[in-house]
């Protein structure tokens, strides 16, 4: 008679399988999320902004798109229009005048603005109406034109400067070629 030939199985061989896999697929998550922040990071206002300015639960938002298609360079998307708007990327998120390299951009949002914002010539980027306030010292003709509309939007009462929250108005001044340096 022969003898039976057994393979002996360790138990802790079977239980390290299981958990190699659950690492990996742990690993690979975890990878994911520090790359939708390194992304964000290369983005005036992308941290505040968050992972919907560049992807859905389905895939790239247009912008996400974009700025993959640029080899994710704000340089190379900011002068671009914003997807399905009139204004640029760097109007809509908060660098009108394309300056912006890294940390705290000159505007906040928390939302892309497609009314777009606009950057006076002492690189201090505001929105809409009272954009147009504040740029009024380095440019008169702009001014001559749009401080009636904007003193009225943003509630000013005197000659100061304002700034207003991310609010516009239809009168708002949004392009921002003329008051860039």
Not at 25 to 40: E, H, I, L, N, W
Not at 122 to 147: N, P, R
Not at 150 to 177: F, H, I, L, P, W
């Amino acid at each position: 008679s022969s003898t039976p030939v057994f393979e002996f199985v360790k138990l802790e061989n079977i239980i390290m399988l299981p958990t190699i896999q659950i690492t990996v697929v742990a690993a690979a998550f975890v990878q994911t999320a520090f790359a939708y922040s390194s992304y964000m990071e290369l983005i005036p206002n992308g941290e505040n902004i968050g992972k919907k300015l560049g992807h859905t639960d389905s895939g790239y938002t247009d912008f996400g798109t974009l700025f993959s298609d640029e080899g994710t360079e704000w340089s190379k998307v900011c002068s671009q229009t914003w997807p399905g708007g009139s204004v640029t990327c760097g109007e809509a998120l908060g660098d009108p005048c394309c300056t912006w390299k890294s940390g705290d951009p000159d505007y906040t949002l928390t939302e892309p603005n497609t009314d777009g914002t606009t950057c006076a010539s002492a690189s201090t980027a505001t929105s809409g109406a009272a954009a147009s306030t504040a740029a009024s010292g380095a440019d008169t003709a702009a001014s001559s034109e749009a401080t009636p509309e904007t003193t009225e939007a943003s509630g000013a009462t005197d000659d100061s400067t304002t700034q207003a929250s991310n609010t516009t108005d239809s009168t708002a001044v949004t392009d921002s070629s003329e008051y860039c340096e």
